[in-house]
């Protein structure tokens, strides 16, 4: 008698849905590597120009656009 061989199992990683699993993980990831890329430029003095006073308020108001533009879809 022939017998069939069991399905292969399938990864997660290979769903189409993964980035939306882990899209927390992308986001927190990146977020993180942005926030080493300024320090690391600020302590080699090429961030001097900017001030974080008028730059921070700037970064909370895009990522709450970011947010309802994102929900309004």
Known sequence: M???PPPMPTSS???PDRW??????????G?????GLYFLLA???????LK???????VLIA???WLVIRRLR
């Open 2 to 4: 022939d017998q069939v």
């Open 13 to 15: 990683t290979s769903s």
């Open 20 to 29: 939306q699993r882990n899209s927390g993980a992308f986001w927190g990831g």
């Open 31 to 35: 977020i993180l590597i942005l926030i």
């Open 43 to 49: 302590n080699l003095g090429l961030l001097d120009w």
């Open 52 to 58: 974080w006073d008028y730059v921070w308020p700037i």
């Open 63 to 65: 990522i709450g656009l």
